[in-house]
C-alpha cells in the first residue's frame, strides 16, 4: 500500500494560501514601483522646469515658482504615498513569510510521517522475511529427521 499523508488536503490548502499571498505581495510591489514611477517622472519634471526656468524671460519666473510648489506639493505627496506602499508591501511579506513557515511545517511533518511509514514498511517486510526463514528452518529440520529415521530404518532393515 502506497504512502498516503492524512493531512495532504491540508498541505494543499496551505500551498494555495501562501500562491495567493504571493500574487498580493506581487501587487504590492508592482504599486511600490508604479509610485516610484511616479516620484521619478516628478523629479524629472522639476529638473525640467528649473532648467527651463533658466532659459526664460525674467517676467516668468512666478509663474516658474509657483509651478515648482506645486511639483513639490505633488513630490512630497508621492512620498507619503510611497511610504504607505512600502509599509503595505511589508506588511504582506511578513504575512507571505508566516503562510510559508505554516507550509513548511506541514511538509516537515509530510517527511517525517514518510520515513515512519517507509520504517514500518521496513520493519514489516523484515518480519515476514524472518517468518519465512523460520518456516524454512524447521522445514529443513523436519527434513533432516525424517533422512535419519529413513536411515535408521534402512540401517535397521538391512
Do not use: C
Amino acid at each position: 500500500m502506497p504512502f498516503r499523508y492524512r493531512l495532504q488536503k491540508f498541505l494543499e490548502i496551505r500551498i494555495k494560501e501562501k500562491e495567493e499571498q504571493l500574487k498580493v505581495v506581487q501587487e504590492a510591489q508592482n504599486a511600490l514601483w508604479a509610485v516610484e514611477a511616479e516620484i521619478e517622472a516628478n523629479n524629472k519634471n522639476i529638473t525640467d522646469t528649473r532648467i527651463n526656468m533658466r532659459k526664460s524671460d525674467p517676467r516668468m519666473y512666478e509663474g516658474f515658482d509657483n509651478f515648482l510648489k506645486h511639483l513639490y506639493e505633488i513630490g512630497e505627496q508621492l512620498e507619503i504615498k510611497r511610504q504607505e506602499a512600502k509599509k503595505k508591501l511589508d506588511e504582506e511579506i511578513e504575512i507571505l513569510k508566516e503562510k510559508e513557515q505554516r507550509v513548511n511545517v506541514l511538509e516537515k511533518h509530510k517527511e517525517h510521517k514518510k520515513e515512519e511509514y517507509l520504517y514500518e514498511e521496513k520493519m514489516a517486510e523484515l518480519k515476514t522475511l524472518n517468518e519465512v526463514g523460520s518456516q524454512k528452518h524447521f522445514m529443513r529440520q523436519r527434513e533432516q529427521k525424517e533422512e535419519q529415521e529413513n536411515e535408521e530404518k534402512y540401517d535397521e532393515y538391512q
